[in-house]
Structure formats: C-alpha cells, structure tokens
C-alpha cells in the first residue's frame, strides 16, 4: 500500500512564500516521477511542476522564476517552495506520484491541501 501525505499549505499575504511537502510511503521499488497540480474553485487542475527521477523539471509558465521543485530521494519526499505568492496562485495543491511497485506502474494522488493568498 502506498501512500502521499502532504503538508505546508495554509495562508499567507501576497509577497509571501510557503513551502509544501509530500511523502510516500508504503512498499516502494523506485519513482519515476513526483509533482504538483493545483485546482482553483470552478477550474480544471493543472500541473504546476514535476521532477523526474533523474532531476529534470518542468514548471508553468505562471510559476517559472517564483517556484522551485526539489526531491530527496532518499525520503521518497518532494517539496515545492513557492516565493512571491499571488493571490492568483490561490488553490488546492496536489501531490503526484509515478512510481513502481511489486503490481507494476501506477499513479498515485495525496489528498490535497489549501493554499490561500490574500492581498
């Protein structure tokens, strides 16, 4: 069993920054890749920033230069360190996971928390 627990959201001022966390669990081979999505009420999710096992990464274009992902692999852990926050940026942030286990291949979600800018 495989598990994302998430930490970090909360609320802060426009200008501020946060940092969120998730951490798999469970009976791990390897992953290929973690991110981060985010959904805003009456919009689709999208993904903010993903990193792969070999450390590329990928950002939207509405975060690049304010947001930074990172892993420790040993930890099976990823962060995002979100800098000069906007209200905009303002959503439910989900943790990703691509990851392999004794079954295969599979995709896994944490539950999701709230991250709020106010102005």
């Known amino acids: 069993q495989v598990q994302l627990v998430e930490s970090g959201g909360g609320l802060v001022q426009a200008g501020g920054s946060l940092r969120l966390s998730c951490a798999a669990s469970g009976s791990i081979f390897s992953i290929n890749a973690m991110g981060w999505y985010r959904q805003a009420p009456g919009k689709q999710r999208e993904l903010v920033a993903a990193?792969?096992?070999?450390?590329?990464?990928n950002y939207a274009d509405s975060v690049k230069g304010r947001f930074t992902i990172s892993r420790d692999n040993a930890k099976n852990t990823v962060y995002l360190q979100m800098n000069s926050l906007k209200p905009e940026d303002t959503a439910v942030y989900y943790c990703?996971?691509?990851?392999?286990?004794?079954?295969?291949?599979?995709?896994?979600w944490g539950q999701g928390t709230q991250v709020t800018v106010s102005s």
């Open positions: 990193i792969t096992s070999g450390g590329s990464t």
């Open positions: 990703n996971a691509d990851l392999w286990v004794v079954a295969g291949e599979y995709d896994y």
